[in-house]
């Protein structure tokens, strides 16, 4: 629609949505060219000191001071904003000039932060590690299928609410912060087998808010939730272990990307269905991006001869955070088929 066409009021609205979708997209460092750019270009057009609030909104929002993105990505953002800003001809705002030097002179780390919005606008911070694969695991990122799977926990979070839950291979803790943040359940478990992925995921929870026991568990203050983190051995669990994580919901995601994973982790489900108090009643949603088409169909031939059976539920009905939309995520819902039921 041309902008002469619009209402002052209709005008606001879109630079006010623009400056949120920047923002999203700018604290959790979506690829800098899947920015809305071109939108950014017709707001500058009209109004070329626009950019400021976009510099308000990005590099000099209060979460960025604190937790700031990669060096990088935010040399590289500015150097966008700043030749956005110059093709319109207008005179240089020196606020953005002056941002961009700042990021130069800082230091560099192998350590960035990320934070995703919540409805709420309560952000969920997370320390990561720069490279994808890092001291040997792929835990200490976040993937799209933990994204994926935190928007679909919040459109559904009466799931959640007031459950006990444990999280499989819950990496850095994205998934797990979301949940206790949006839909109050009564007990999280967050595990891992990695201690790098660990000792990062206990300082994450530290960064929202949450606190660590002198038992060197993680809990919160919080009257609602009960959080702790444990080491968990898909290889060399034990039934013991099992039953005292006391969980009635279990969920995991982006954890079958490996072959020799694909087996394992059926059979750590199957105990679960076996061990735990909730047994049968047992709720288990695994999401996957699915990459490898083979890999993901020998895991779901891997569960069903492991005897679980799955079905694939609904896609999202809305975006809640900015990723890779590109790829291909599913979440299974997992129960024990009737005849492994009937023998329990």
């Known amino acids: 629609m041309d902008h002469q066409l619009l209402s002052k009021e209709q005008v606001v609205d879109s630079q006010d949505t623009l400056c949120d979708t920047f923002q999203r997209d700018f604290l959790c460092c979506r690829r800098i060219g899947s920015l809305p750019w071109k939108e950014l270009d017709h707001q500058l057009t009209l109004q070329p000191s626009f950019a400021l609030r976009i510099l308000e909104k990005t590099i000099n929002h209060p979460v960025c001071r604190k937790y700031p993105p990669a060096l990088q990505y935010r040399r590289l953002f500015l150097s966008e904003l700043i030749k956005k800003h110059e093709r319109t001809g207008a005179d240089p705002l020196d606020d953005l000039y002056s941002a961009l030097a700042e990021v130069l ?112 568990s993680v809990t919160s203050e919080s009257p609602k939730t009960v959080l702790s983190v444990t080491e968990l051995d898909w290889e060399s669990v034990t039934e013991e272990q099992l039953l005292n994580l006391d969980a009635d919901i279990v969920i995991a995601s982006d954890v079958v990307y490996d072959p020799e994973i694909v087996t394992s982790f059926p059979k ?61 995520v599913q979440i299974l819902k997992l129960t024990l088929k009737e005849n492994l039921l009937a023998k329990s």
């Open 105 to 216: 002179n800082s230091e560099d780390t192998a350590v960035c932060y990320k934070s995703y919005c919540l409805p709420t606008q309560e952000p969920v911070t997370l320390s990561e590690n720069i490279a994808i694969i890092s001291e040997g695991t792929t835990g200490l990122v976040t993937w799209e299928a933990a994204i994926f799977l935190a928007e679909w926990a919040i459109e559904n979070n009466d799931i959640f609410t007031n459950r006990t839950i444990l999280e499989l291979g819950s990496g850095i803790g994205l998934t797990g912060l979301v949940i206790c943040k949006s839909c109050a359940p009564k007990k999280y478990t967050f595990s891992d087998c990695h201690q790098k992925v660990l000792q990062l995921l206990k300082e994450n929870i530290r960064l929202n808010s949450f606190i660590q026991s002198e038992k060197h």
């Open 268 to 328: 750590v489900l199957q105990k679960l269905f076996h061990y735990t108090k909730a047994g049968n009643n047992l709720e288990v949603f695994v999401a996957s991006t699915i990459r490898n088409p083979e890999t993901y169909k020998l895991f779901q031939t891997s569960l069903d001869v492991t005897g679980l059976r799955w079905q694939v539920l609904p896609d999202l009905k809305r975006n809640i955070f900015a990723y890779d939309k590109n790829c291909t």
